[in-house]
């Protein structure tokens, strides 16, 4: 049981290039989030989805896309990147709230450099 | 929009004594929930406790409770007997009824031996 996971862990990229990090979740999780963190500052949601073929915006969303075609999978691309999105770029997913716990697991995080 | 703030940047607590994390929200919705996540040095977002806004009860978990003031709205963490790998940032956030997340800008937590 993995939990989440994130691929790559780190990347540097050009200005305009464009690039898709994956998520996984292998706990069945309908939620899955996508947050970015700059330094000294609390999360910012980009994206999130409540469910595989579903997607919302969130407080951050220019620049970005997302994609749910499976479950456990969550995708956040950047068409064309600028030095504005250098960031690091967690991704979350959480346990419904129809009975039960709820709690939302994280992944490790991805460290993205845009020059 | 719903806002979440952490009025604190810092706080100190000695080593084995309670310390209290303040957050207070913002929000017109009914049905929400509140969270609290740490993060230490090495980065990684660890899930400590949730409490929903119909909850009764305060939520507890092991040395971490929430008390919960719903018609102050505040949300705040209660960690007891403070260890040294508590030192940390703590951030308190909240889903709306649409799901969406809002976290409050954070609380440097340190444990002093």
């Known amino acids: 049981n993995a939990g989440v996971t994130q691929t790559p862990k780190f990347r540097v990229l050009k200005t305009g290039q464009s690039m898709t990090l994956l998520c996984a979740q292998d706990?069945?999780?309908?939620?899955m989030y996508w947050y970015r963190q700059d330094p000294g500052m609390g999360l910012r949601l980009i994206h999130y989805?409540?469910?595989?073929?579903?997607?919302a915006k969130g407080e951050v969303p220019d620049g970005y896309n997302v994609s749910r075609l499976k479950k456990q999978n969550f995708l956040l691309g950047l068409e064309s990147a600028a030095p504005s999105q250098t960031s690091v770029y967690f991704c979350?997913?959480?346990?419904?709230?129809?009975?039960?716990?709820?709690?939302?697991?994280f992944g490790p995080g991805t460290r993205l450099l845009v020059l | 929009a719903q806002k979440i703030t952490q009025t604190q940047p810092g706080m100190f607590v000695q080593e084995k004594e309670a310390v209290t994390l303040d957050c207070t929200y913002d929000?017109?919705?009914?049905?929400?929930?509140l969270f609290w996540y740490k993060q230490p040095s090495s980065g990684e977002m660890i899930f400590l406790i949730y409490?929903?806004?119909?909850?009764?009860q305060n939520a507890t978990e092991g040395r971490y409770s929430l008390n919960f003031q719903k018609a102050r709205k505040s949300a705040n963490l209660v960690i007891s007997a403070s260890q040294l790998g508590d030192s940390a940032m703590y951030f308190c956030?909240?889903?709306?009824?649409?799901?969406?997340?809002?976290f409050g800008a954070g609380t440097r937590l340190t444990v002093k031996p």
């Open positions: 979350a997913s959480l346990t419904p709230t129809s009975g039960g716990r709820t709690a939302q697991y």
């Open positions: 706990m069945n999780h309908e939620y």
């Open positions: 989805s409540v469910g595989e073929g579903t997607t």
């Open positions: 929000t017109s919705d009914q049905s929400y929930g």
């Open positions: 409490q929903g806004s119909y909850d009764e």
């Open positions: 956030a909240m889903r709306d009824n649409n799901n969406d997340m809002r």
